[in-house]
């Protein structure tokens, strides 16, 4: 028996068909599982009978907990209710469509047992998104260097990796990149898929795109904005050098060649004030960056100090 709770969060929205069959499931799981559990529901601003669904099962369940919000906020600030009322030291994101059945929990959290930090899965079985899929984790794995199959999945993750990892909307998805940047150990493990048993899939063709940029700017996030100044200043003095470098040509070309052109006055303005201007976006930068590390060493040092405190009072 595994010494630590684990808190498995499920955001739903318009999933009351399966509520209640996803609760027995759980239910039955925890009977066999080598760790204590709770599951956690976020109605994100789900139109049917969801929330009633959840609360009827909160009085039958002593070990669900559940936050509602009036509006569909997505994924991600789902998630955050959840970790926020989450008492678990092992969180696992796990979707209420039943898509993937809770008996597969404990294979997701052996991993963490196993000294790793996040346990991410990776789907087994047939889906109607597969070449999706398949484009946009090859693009992930050559983007980020990680060598993980999919990140789009279900995961399980110690509850400091989520303290130490600053989530924007929709960055639920790059979790795994954003915690391997941190030094956090990554596994995976294989997770069969099901079809749904009810209800509709909430994927837009619009996540796409919306899914690319996002990884882009995760990508600049953990690397560009880590030294800016090095990036853009490198990026001005080379602008720079080149401007210099057309500059003597037209001095050459000028008054050794007898021959002139005023499209070498433009190139030289046009190199030179960009070089400047890359030059003051990396000051900009760095500055924001300073204010972002203050900050995260702030918000690392209250969480350690609350901690401490939740500490004492359980030991009293």
């Known amino acids: 028996m595994h010494d630590f ?12 068909g399966n509520i209640d069959e996803f609760c027995r499931l759980y239910a039955e799981m925890l009977t066999k599982a080598p760790f204590k559990g709770e599951l956690v529901f976020v109605d994100d601003g789900s139109t049917d009978g969801t929330l009633a669904k959840i609360k009827a099962n909160a009085g039958k369940y002593p070990f669900i907990r559940y936050q509602s919000h009036q509006r569909n906020r997505g994924l991600t600030e789902a998630l955050q209710s959840g970790f926020a009322i989450a008492s678990g030291s092992v969180y696992v994101f796990y979707p209420a469509d039943l898509q993937y059945l809770p008996e597969d929990i ?24 597969r070449f999706v899929s398949k484009v946009y984790n ?26 130490h990892i600053f989530l924007r909307r929709d960055w639920h998805r790059y979790l795994v990149p954003l915690a391997a940047n941190e030094g956090y150990r990554v596994e995976e493990v294989k997770i069969p898929l099901y079809d749904r048993r009810w209800g509709a899939t909430k994927f837009s063709v619009w996540r796409i795109p919306v899914g690319v940029l996002d990884m882009l700017a995760v990508k600049f996030q953990i ?6 100044l090095l990036y853009f200043g490198g990026a001005g003095v080379i602008s720079i050098c080149l401007g210099v470098l057309v500059g003597l040509w ?5 008054f050794i060649l007898g021959t002139g052109s005023r499209v070498w006055l433009f190139l030289i303005l046009l190199l030179i004030g960009l070089g400047m201007g890359l030059f003051i976006m990396g000051f900009m930068a760095e500055g924001q960056t300073a204010l972002k590390e203050e900050v995260t060493d702030l918000r690392r040092k209250t969480q350690a100090m609350l901690d401490e405190i939740k500490r004492r009072n359980v030991g009293q």
């Open 106 to 129: 404990p294979n997701l959290v052996a991993p963490i047992a196993d000294g790793a930090d996040i346990s991410t899965g990776w789907k087994q079985g047939k889906y109607t998104k």
């Open 250 to 254: 037209s001095l050459y070309e000028r």
């Open 5 to 16: 709770v684990v808190s498995t969060i499920v955001p739903a929205k318009d999933e009351e």
């Open 138 to 163: 090859a693009m992930s794995q050559r983007i980020f260097g990680l060598k993980v199959h999919d990140l789009n999945s279900v995961k399980a993750f110690r509850r400091e990796v989520v303290e």
């Open 223 to 228: 690397t560009f904005l880590r030294k800016p």
